[in-house]
């Protein structure tokens, strides 16, 4: 059992029953998983005349899944179309669990290949991250540090996992903690690897987060860890967020998706492991 108040931890095995969480409000279809696919990978507006076409289904038919996902956060309906929300406006967690799901389960299984067991982590928020924990579940010997509640609560089903769930508020919308407790508490560690993910990564190599408080567990990790891995797919770059980080000199690997010409050139001006998952 984890103890949120102070970030210690019972014996893990009296959890072990414990449901996985699922998104009993994100019932998609599977065209509906086709289209946000198809969006992710055509910039700009995708119309209902072209997703008509491509589905084989009517017009009608299309527009009733572009009116669901609006309903859920997914998309923005434009006239005569749909694209992604505002690249300013971060979706809630359950949203953006969606958007490049496969992609984020790969990087997740390369970095399992690539953690040695019997480590010290601190495991960051965000979607990426919660697939790093669920690979991980069956990595002997970890010990992991984090404010992901998700996170926290399916790895201390196997007792062989060390958990240290951060105290601080809670932000339902992004199952985590946050806060300047939660702050306090990550600098009374010393890490061997911090994953985390980010907002956004500018051309100049600055890891974006949305908010000061986001950006300070970053920083935190980054100061108590020996190395830092990074966790993104190619959508993050050049997605703007408002507060700064970090800079990329500070991370040892980028763990992405698939091969960017631009990061590979920031990754190498930086000196950083640039993988390919």
């Known amino acids: 059992m984890i103890n949120k108040g102070t970030g210690f931890t019972q014996p893990a095995h009296r959890h072990r029953k414990l449901r996985e969480g699922n998104n009993t409000g994100m019932r998609l279809t599977a065209r509906q998983k086709e289209i946000l696919r198809y969006l992710a990978q055509t910039p700009g507006v995708l119309s209902s005349s072209l997703l008509s076409d491509k589905f084989d289904v009517s017009v009608q038919t299309i527009r009733k899944d572009m009116n669901e996902l609006s309903d859920k956060g997914l998309v923005r309906r434009v006239h005569g179309g749909i694209s992604f929300p505002s690249d300013n406006d971060n979706l809630s967690f359950s949203n953006r669990e969606v958007i490049h799901l496969t992609s984020k389960q790969k990087i997740a299984q390369r970095i399992v290949e690539d953690l040695p067991q019997g480590i010290s982590i601190f495991l960051g928020i965000g979607t ?86 986001e950006a300070d567990l970053t920083h935190a990790m980054i100061a108590q860890s020996q190395t830092c891995w990074l966790v993104a797919d190619q959508s993050k770059y050049q997605r703007y967020a408002p507060v700064v980080s970090g800079t990329l000199d500070k991370v040892e690997r980028f763990y992405s998706d698939q091969h960017h010409a631009e990061i590979a050139d920031l990754c190498f001006k930086h000196q950083v492991n640039y993988i390919i998952s």
């Open 128 to 213: 990426t991250p919660k697939q790093v924990a669920h690979a991980l579940l069956d990595h002997p010997g970890l010990t992991v540090v984090t404010n992901n509640i998700h996170a926290a609560l399916m790895m201390s089903r196997n007792p062989q996992i060390n958990v240290f769930l951060a105290g601080g508020a809670v932000r339902s919308s992004d199952e985590d903690t946050i806060g300047e407790s939660v702050t306090r508490f990550y600098r009374r560690f010393n890490i061997k690897t911090a994953i985390f993910g980010v907002g956004g990564l500018s051309s100049k190599g600055e890891l974006l987060d949305f908010t000061p408080e």
